[in-house]
């Protein structure tokens, strides 16, 4: 058991370790260390010890310890000689993740034209499998505008059942957001992540050009400070856009494609969990609205708007 437990921690102190350097060096890094890239996303940071951990590592005694290493790498024997190179770390990480099985979460109408799907309180960054709490957020948003738009995921329709594709990208990128922060929990800040930050902690996995910082809340007399006016004027622009809003020291993701405008927050909602919110772009007032609603948020107070290309 002692021994089990150095083991578990030797392992927790790799990752960490592994997280720190590619992190730190991201920018001058080959795509040669994609092998510990995708490790890093897949692999969960143990706290404490698990029953059915110690029966895997300990086997039956006549293992090959250099293929214990292997496998906790993530990879097999020729991926690690020759880098595993190929490949996008994030999308592969989303496509080894278990997702758990829903009952069908169907729409709620909030105005004509504006849909609302709820997922239970357990689908939530603060609550998923089993977590007590989460700060994730900015990460997760941006893992979520990033699978969204590299996966070309369809958008749901208003009065169907909430499709598998938006619940696996939901519940993947809370999970991977989570791990990324755990692990690098000790480099980071006490506090709420910004989008500037959080970008910068996800660069060992993928370049984004993050905008800035823009100050918006729901009515003003000046209508580039509404969060209505700046995605009008995203929209005018081009044909698909990511935002992340920042209020209340809490992001969410706006995600336009397709003349649909969709809106995500993977935090818990009273006896709810996340929440997606989709409407077509002619309904764009009235979205907003909802979605403040949906917050609570007082129509008057600032928050950002941050656009990000990936």
Not at 112 to 123: A, H
Not at 188 to 212: F, H, K, N
Not at 246 to 270: A, E, P, Q, R, W
Not at 277 to 298: I, P, R
Request: hydrophobic share 40%; aromatic share 8%; with cysteine.
């Amino acid at each position: 058991m002692a021994k089990l437990a150095l083991i578990k921690e030797g392992m927790n102190f790799a990752t960490k370790q592994i997280a720190a350097g590619i992190s730190a060096f991201a920018p001058v890094l080959t795509e040669e260390l994609h092998v510990f890239r995708t490790f890093l996303l897949t692999h969960e940071v143990e706290e404490e010890e698990d029953a059915d951990d110690e029966e895997s590592l300990n086997g039956d005694g006549d293992g090959d310890e250099n293929d214990n290493i292997i496998e906790f790498l993530g990879g097999n024997a020729s991926d690690l000689a020759v880098g595993s190179a190929t490949g996008n770390a994030i999308l592969q990480a989303l496509s080894t993740l278990s997702v758990p099985v829903l009952d069908p979460v169907f729409p709620e109408v909030l105005a004509p034209g504006v849909s609302c799907w709820k997922f239970p309180k357990e689908i939530s960054q603060g609550f998923y499998k089993g977590r007590n709490g989460s700060n994730a957020c900015s990460l997760i948003s941006i893992l979520l505008g990033y699978a969204l738009s590299f996966q070309k995921v369809p958008l749901p329709e208003c009065q169907s059942c909430i499709a598998s594709a938006i619940v696996e990208v939901l519940c993947g990128c809370i999970e991977i957001g989570n791990r990324v922060y755990n692990f690098c929990r000790e480099s980071l800040p006490s506090r709420y992540l910004s989008i500037q930050e959080a970008a910068s902690v996800l660069e060992m996995w993928c370049t984004m050009d993050v905008g800035d910082n823009l100050p918006v809340r729901l009515k003003d007399h000046h209508v580039m400070s509404t969060v209505s006016g700046q995605l009008k004027e995203a929209i005018s622009s081009c044909n698909a856009f990511t935002a992340f809003l920042i209020l209340n020291d809490k992001t969410s993701l706006f995600y336009f494609t397709d003349s649909i405008v969709m809106y995500i927050d993977t935090h818990c909602h009273g006896p709810s969990g996340a929440v997606v919110l989709t409407a077509e772009e002619k309904e764009l007032d009235s979205f907003c609205t909802n979605v403040w609603e949906l917050e609570s948020n007082d129509e008057t107070t600032y928050g950002n708007l941050v656009f990000v290309d990936f």
